[in-house]
């Protein structure tokens, strides 16, 4: 979807005690995309307008970058396991481990 808001995303399903999942979307902004609250917002009305209204996150995080392999392909696994505070297991296939703790950071704000 191109909304030339974001330039990478990650949407995972995380547990949610009242409806069962619920989708969380954490976002590289693109340079020239202001950073702010109204971003968040943002992206979260371009999903339900594109895909529906049961599609729109129930969180939208920003980061600088996402924990990817060393063929940049973006680690879900490890996107989900942060969210819910878990283990991420095996880790060697990552490429840039520094991005985990802003992860952390703003799935804790």
């Given at each position: 979807?191109?909304?030339?808001?974001?330039?990478?995303?990650?949407?995972?399903?995380?547990?949610?005690?009242?409806t069962?999942?619920?989708?969380?979307?954490?976002?590289?902004?693109?340079?020239?995309?202001?950073?702010?609250?109204?971003?968040?917002?943002?992206?979260?009305?371009?999903?339900?307008?594109?895909f529906?209204?049961?599609?729109?996150?129930?969180?939208?995080?920003?980061?600088?970058?996402?924990?990817?392999?060393?063929?940049?392909?973006?680690?879900r696994?490890?996107?989900?396991?942060?969210?819910?505070?878990?283990?991420?297991?095996?880790?060697?296939?990552?490429?840039?481990?520094?991005?985990?703790?802003?992860?952390?950071?703003?799935?804790?704000?």
């Amino acid at each position: 979807m191109e909304s030339g808001l974001v330039t990478e995303a990650a949407v995972v399903g995380v547990p949610d005690p009242v409806t069962g999942s619920a989708l969380v979307c954490v976002c590289v902004p693109a340079p020239r995309a202001r950073q702010e609250d109204g971003l968040r917002r943002q992206i979260s009305d371009c999903l339900a307008t594109r895909f529906g209204a049961p599609y729109r996150p129930h969180r939208v995080l920003l980061v600088s970058d996402l924990p990817k392999t060393r063929n940049q392909k973006i680690m879900r696994r490890v996107v989900r396991a942060v969210l819910e505070q878990k283990d991420p297991g095996d880790l060697g296939g990552l490429a840039n481990p520094e991005v985990l703790e802003e992860l952390r950071a703003a799935a804790n704000r």
